[in-house]
């Protein structure tokens, strides 16, 4: 390079020389000295032709200089070709290994939609190979919705070169659909030609399955928050409701605008309580069951409990409240009403002790009473005594009665008996000091029924009383009785068969509408004073008796209880005057029973009667005694035994061992505790017959007859 550049640079300077001082001969200096006329003569050599060696000279290492210069362009840019290639190939390789190792599914497309590039890891996903997709229409990897709506965008990209993005299914080579993620861009070659489409698919499957348990979760939440029987609500700091759901808004009485707008405190009775409660979950964070008494619209109180948790900001700031109220006011009555069950079933055990006992003292005066009069001429002024003491024991019977059904009536133990006495005497003693007058109409020939007088007396007392209260000023109470065959259509659905109708009505206050459906429920009362269990005893022993009672009434103008008791047509009772007769009897008798007076004035009846008599104090004894007499060849007829026995075997535990040793044991079962189921199905038990205390000498005398079989 350097040898042609002095090449040139000396061939340019000699030219210049010669080209510069030896010019044409002229008359000046120093043409007229230094000329070509000179140079030839000097040099013998045209200057021209020096000139011309010169700039050939020149020519030659300037063409010399050219050449080395293009070579080495030549060389640098084949060098940078080089680069930029291997640059490309690292760019290509770089390209490709991302798109290979991309976890979505990318693929180039022609004009035509075919496939002509896919990557691997794309097409792993789908569970195809590069090669099995390549030149294939792009829809066979799409569901048909997928490709509808894929078609149209890319007839869009095809003719204004946007790009898209959008949500479709895929289908996998086993047939799984894949939900995706679509982006799709037009791609062009270097003369701006459309040359067909860059599609990636990603796969959001996941992501879908995520949003949709989000979405059910949310649903789930929502349909929890909307459908639970508790009141649920979120709320400011300051109280103010952010959300309720309808179970909150029907607890308080209020729309969905007027709680969102409403001053909290107007739910509290005082405002302390919210203040109290606000400061009891920010001292703990989360309250259970916090007890409040809460306002509904209407001005009603509810006694509640709430559990809530506090709200706080991702900062830590406490923003509000969440949590649930509970009504409790029903369950509170329900508690009250159990605990008053709880001393009802308490004062019950006490009355049923007293009834027992009272029964047996009863049974010593009313079995007294009846051997005295056996002993005095009838129509006497003694007679006329005793017959009084007699009525006051029966009196003094249904008062023990009505403490056995105290609590809901118990079994009753029917027989048939006239009921036109037992309404009379009932009503007239229910009333006996008030300011009433109780006026019957009830026909001679009214139909007997099969009934527990004591519980039947009982209906009848409770019914009369009601009445009493409704009238405080005084009044009349009407009680008609009528017998009443009732078909089989009937409204009430009573069977089809004869009836006592009874009807109790009074001219009193009245009961609402709204209370005459809830009269018979337990514990319901509109007295300051009662238990509210009178109506719902009374329910229970009409409907024991197969019966049905109903109630009409009136504000203002009084109140109508109506009872149908099944008659008993077939089974007349002995004749009241034919009952005072004791008829005599022979056989052998064992009676068991704990109490003295009642084993010796029983004792002293059943010897009028005829009847020899052994005694025991308890079960023991007894089934010693009737083993005895019945080795002997001298067994009992009859067994008398007491069901309840102090500290001892009682009646029930005594006619199974007596009928192991006898099946054919003849035994009577008596109790003053005659709610006891054995008294009302006593042949289940295996007795024969059934005595409820107290009894008189006739009653006895009856069954004994029956039971024995034996008459003089």
């Known amino acids: 390079m350097k040898k042609y550049f002095y090449t040139a640079s000396a061939a340019f300077f000699i030219y210049g020389i010669l080209g510069g001082i030896v010019v044409p001969p002229g008359t000046f200096f120093p043409a007229n000295i230094l000329n070509t006329d000179s140079f030839l003569t000097t040099f013998h050599i045209p200057v021209q032709v020096l000139r011309a060696v010169c700039a050939s000279i020149a020519a030659w290492a300037l063409a010399g200089m050219l050449k080395i210069f293009n070579w080495e362009i030549r060389s640098k840019l084949h060098e940078a070709q080089d680069i930029l290639k291997q640059q490309l190939k690292e760019s290509e390789e770089r390209y490709l290994e991302i798109v290979e190792s991309s976890t979505d599914i990318i693929h180039a497309i022609d004009v035509e939609y075919l496939i002509k590039l896919s990557n691997r890891s794309g097409c792993q996903l789908l569970g195809y190979t590069p090669e099995e997709l390549t030149d294939s229409h792009i829809k066979v990897i799409c569901t048909a919705g997928t490709w509808e709506e894929l078609e149209k965008n890319l007839d869009k990209i095809t003719r204004e070169g946007s790009a898209f993005i959008d949500e479709g299914q895929l289908i996998k080579k086993n047939g799984e ?36 348990a989000l979405r059910e979760s949310e649903e789930r939440y929502r349909l929890l928050f909307e459908e639970s029987r508790d009141a649920i609500f979120l709320n400011t700091r300051e ?36 203040k109290k409660f606000q400061q009891e979950i920010e001292d703990k964070e989360f309250v259970r069951d916090y007890p409040v008494k809460l306002r509904k619209k209407s001005g009603k109180l509810m006694d509640c409990l709430v559990t809530s948790t506090l709200r706080r900001t991702n900062e830590g700031k406490i923003f509000g409240y969440q949590g649930i109220i509970r009504d409790i006011t029903e369950r509170k009555k329900m508690e009250e009403e159990l605990q008053n069950i709880e ?9 049923g002790g007293i009834a027992h006992d009272f029964n047996n003292i009863l049974t010593t005066i009313a079995g007294s009473i009846s051997l005295a009069k056996v ?54 003693f229910a009333s006996r000091g008030s300011h009433i007058d109780c006026f019957f109409s009830i026909p001679d020939d009214l139909w007997p029924s099969e009934v527990d007088e004591g519980q039947i007396a009982q209906v009848i007392h409770n019914l009369v009383i009601n009445a009493v209260q409704a009238m405080p000023e005084g009044g009349s109470v009407n009680i008609t009785a009528e017998n009443m065959a009732v078909a089989a259509d009937n409204i009430l659905s009573l069977d089809h068969r004869d009836y006592i109708k009874i009807s109790i009505k009074d001219e009193g206050v009245g009961i609402p509408n709204d209370h005459v459906k809830k009269i018979f429920d337990p514990y319901f009362t509109t007295k300051n004073e009662g238990s509210g269990l009178g109506l719902a005893t009374t329910f229970s022993i009409i409907k024991n008796h197969s019966g049905h009672i109903d109630v009409s009434s009136e504000v203002g103008r009084g109140t109508t209880f109506t009872i149908y008791l099944p008659a008993s047509k077939d089974m007349y009772p002995v004749n009241v ?65 007491d069901l309840t026995i102090r500290g001892g075997m009682g009646g029930q535990e005594t006619i199974q061992n007596l009928l192991s040793i006898d099946p054919n044991v003849k035994a009577i079962v008596s109790s003053g505790y005659f709610n006891d189921p054995i008294m009302s199905d006593y042949e289940k038990y295996g007795f024969c017959g059934v005595i409820p205390k107290p009894y008189e000498i006739e009653d006895l005398s009856a069954l004994l007859r029956k039971i024995i079989a034996y008459s003089v």
């Open 577 to 641: 005057h034919e009952r005072f007769k004791a008829h005599k009897g022979e056989g052998k008798i064992l009676l068991m029973d704990d109490e003295y007076s009642v084993r010796t004035t029983v004792c002293k009846m059943l010897k009028h009667l005829g009847y020899e008599v052994e005694i025991a104090s308890q079960g023991n004894e007894a089934i010693a005694l009737y083993e005895k007499a019945l080795k002997s060849g001298q067994p009992f007829h009859a067994v008398i035994m």
């Open 177 to 212: 659909p894949m939900k995706v993620a679509i982006h799709a861009m037009a791609v062009y070659d270097n003369h701006r030609k459309f040359g067909g489409m860059r599609l990636t698919f990603r796969d959001i499957t996941q992501r879908k399955l995520a949003e949709e």
């Open 239 to 274: 109280g103010k409701f952010i959300d309720i759901n309808q179970t909150g808004l029907e607890l308080f009485g209020y729309s969905k605008e007027e709680i969102m707008n409403i001053n909290p405190n107007q739910l509290y009775i005082h405002p302390d309580d919210r």
């Open 375 to 428: 002993s005095v001429v009838s129509g006497s002024t003694l007679y006329g005594i005793l017959i009084d003491a007699e009525k006051a024991c029966s009196q003094a019977k249904n008062l023990t009665t009505q403490l056995l059904t105290f609590s809901w009536g118990g079994a009753p133990i029917k027989k048939v008996a006239r009921v036109k006495e037992l309404i009379i005497n009932s009503a007239n």
């Open 343 to 351: 001393k009802l079933e308490s004062v019950g055990i006490m009355a």
